[in-house]
């Protein structure tokens, strides 16, 4: 686990993205960040602190409180720690250009069975968690879809518990910045001035 690729695929004096630097751990518990990511195409960047780097996955359709919907969550490569507080714009001619707003932040806990670590659950493609975020809370499950492959596919499935409501849908409806108030469009905006 390096942030190396992280690094190599951006330039430092363009963007106001953070550098990468060693493992860092946030001593605030095991954090969770979900982030809007108007880029290409809008989705949602779900990380989680594993061994001193944010683990990211990709989620185009964002997450879920339904247990009944998968959520497709395509691995992408680790973030440094100090990205879990970056909101902003990202340069057009930068890797993933477009607008960044962190629409969900909190701690979770490894609910992984049989006492794995957090790291030993997702080399083995399995991960259970529960989230204590602002708009995500409860049981979520992360699985590899293909273990036999070393960057295949993820699946986040939300679990039938207190916190799953598959009436509720937070994607489409809580649309501020947890930490900003602000919607995408206005990030965006002030990241034009």
Known sequence: ???DTYNEKRDFSKTKE?????????????????????????????????DGVLKSWSIPKGPSTDPNQKRMAIPTEDHPMTYADFEGTIPEDQYGAGTVMIWDKGT????????KSLITAYKNGVMEILLNGKKIQGGYSLVKMDSGTQKGNWLLI?????YADARRNPVSTQNKSVVSGRTI???????RK
């Not at 605030?28 to 602190?49: C, M, P, S, W």
């Not at 979770?108 to 069975?113: L, P, R, T």
């Not at 469009?185 to 990241?191: P, S, V």
Request: proline share 2%; net charge neutral; hydrophobic share 20%.
């Open 158 to 162: 939300k679990k039938d518990d207190k």
């Open 18 to 50: 953070p550098r990468g630097d060693d493992k860092q751990s946030s001593h605030k518990g095991q954090r969770f960040v979900i982030q809007k990511h108007q880029a290409t195409n809008l989705h949602y960047d779900f990380r989680l602190e594993v």
């Open 185 to 191: 469009k206005e990030i965006e905006k002030e990241g």
């Open 1 to 3: 686990m390096d942030i």
């Open 108 to 115: 979770y806990s490894n609910n992984s069975s049989e006492n």
